[in-house]
């Protein structure tokens, strides 16, 4: 079992839908990434979360430790939301900022 | 501020070679970390560097070496090159070792023939 699932692995959606991306875990963590990679590699960090919640525009993540859950909200989807989400953790052994898990990815595409 | 920059960005190499990728952090980061991404095992984590000295390592071979120098600039090697090491390699640095956000670079797609 890998130690971060997320879900969905695929989701299409319509423009101005919200979409939620789920993430658990089963490692004790430090902190919880959210990442976002356009097609041609580039990785951008959405968010960092310790515990509750952050936004940042259209977009929201919310984190509950005691559940190893986070869920990754987009509000009113946008064809350039379409994008690979990847949700990351890192361990809260081994001391390193580096080592960090990653989920499979939820690929999202948007049509207009 | 200029970005996370990684050289080469595009790489083809035969089996047996050697390879040197680059990498140079943020201007003030000193903690850069290597990661392999493949369409199988997605993104897996290589090692971490933090003032020249490697702090963690990933489940690779020996294959796979990294170091850092003492601008932070930071390379990885991988000799005796297989098929399957073909993937992007990125590379990411921050700020502080621990809790801080991660800056990623461009990557190295590394193709293997």
């Known amino acids: 079992k890998n130690e971060v699932e997320q879900s969905p692995q695929n989701l299409t959606a319509q423009e101005g839908e919200f979409i939620t991306i789920n993430c658990s875990y089963s490692v004790g963590i430090s902190a919880l990434h959210w990442l976002q990679q356009h097609p041609g590699g580039g990785i951008v960090s959405l968010f960092m979360?310790?515990?509750g919640k952050k936004k940042h525009g259209r977009l929201i993540a919310t984190i509950n430790i005691q559940e190893k859950h986070s869920s990754l909200h987009i509000t009113a989807s946008h064809p350039r939301d379409s994008a690979v989400y990847i949700c990351a953790v890192m361990p809260n052994y081994g001391g390193s900022q580096g080592n960090l898990i990653f989920g499979k990815g939820t690929k999202l595409s948007v049509k207009p | 501020k200029a970005g996370v920059t990684q050289t080469p960005r595009y790489l083809i190499k035969t089996r047996g070679q050697q390879v040197t990728l680059s990498c140079s952090p943020i201007?003030?980061?000193?903690?850069v970390s290597w990661y392999q991404q493949t369409p199988g095992q997605g993104l897996q984590f290589l090692f971490e560097?933090?003032?020249?000295?490697?702090?963690n390592k990933g489940n690779f071979p020996g294959r796979f070496s990294g170091r850092q120098f003492s601008n932070s600039r930071s390379e990885m090697n991988v000799s005796t090159l297989e098929l399957g090491d073909s993937a992007l390699y990125l590379c990411?640095?921050?700020?502080?070792?621990?809790?801080?956000?991660?800056?990623f670079g461009p990557g190295t797609r590394l193709t293997v023939l």
């Open positions: 201007s003030g980061h000193r903690s």
């Open positions: 979360l310790s515990s």
């Open positions: 990411a640095s921050s700020l502080q070792r621990e809790y801080g956000e991660q800056f």
């Open positions: 560097y933090f003032s020249e000295t490697q702090r």
